[in-house]
């Protein structure tokens, strides 16, 4: 059974940290992990990492995947109190039953105070 | 172009009650896939499906059943609802293959509560 694992479950920073969020993975047939973000309503795609070592990034948010390791971070720069939101890593399996099939991890909340 | 829509929004039923959750999608997408959300606990597939026609049973099937009749639309039904259901109910649709082919476009939700 695929199963994700996201830490810290909650996390509360000030305007301008920097914050680190994990999610580590157990998969048969890895393909691919994927980065959402939650606000109020329906989670948005972050980034989708395929291989192991490129930095996705985007603005102040970025993220890497360890393939070996089988986990993956979350970086965000100078947070800001618009980044205050549940934060969603899925990885999907590849073949038979699996493809296209996303298994989540419980999400990180993270609030940034101003 | 409208993405992926839910209705309805929110809903109260009772125990025992049945009820029909429509997601429809306009992109075009093969897959479509429901979901529920509850503290805690992140995203857990409850349908999915591949193509019009074509069902099948995601983690937490029990209690849920849909259908897929004509391809822009996944309707899930609770044929006799319980307080266990009470959740909130994502919809999500992507494409088969290409390029991001399993970024999953995601409905506004339905929040239901069984009483």
């Known amino acids: 059974e695929d199963k994700v694992v996201q830490s810290p479950l909650s996390l509360v920073v000030h305007e301008g940290d920097t914050v680190t969020l994990n999610c580590s993975y157990e998969?048969?047939?890895?393909?691919?992990l994927l980065w959402y973000k939650q606000e109020k309503k329906a989670p948005t795609f972050l980034f989708m990492l395929t291989s192991s070592g490129i930095e996705k990034k985007s603005g102040r948010l970025s993220s890497i995947l360890d393939k070996k390791e089988l986990f993956s971070i979350l970086n965000i720069t100078a947070t800001q109190t618009g980044d205050s939101a549940v934060y969603l890593c899925a990885v999907e399996g590849a073949g038979g039953t699996s493809y296209g099939k996303l298994t989540f991890g419980q999400g990180t909340i993270l609030t940034v105070h101003p | 172009n409208a993405g992926v829509t839910q209705t309805p929004k929110f809903r109260v039923l009772k125990t025992g009650q049945s009820m029909t959750l429509l997601c429809a999608q306009d992109?075009?997408?093969?897959?479509m896939y429901w979901y529920r959300q509850d503290p805690g606990m992140g995203l857990r597939l409850i349908h999915y499906s591949v193509g019009e026609g074509t069902t099948a049973k995601g983690e937490v099937p029990d209690g849920y059943n849909v259908s897929r009749l004509k391809k822009q639309n996944f309707l899930l039904g609770l044929e006799s609802a319980a307080p266990s259901q009470t959740s909130v109910y994502f919809c999500?649709?992507?494409?088969?293959?290409?390029?991001?082919?399993?970024?999953?476009?995601f409905g506004p939700g339905t929040r239901l509560t069984v009483l």
């Open positions: 998969v048969t047939n890895f393909r691919s």
């Open positions: 999500a649709s992507s494409r088969s293959s290409g390029r991001a082919y399993n970024e999953q476009f």
């Open positions: 992109m075009n997408h093969e897959y």
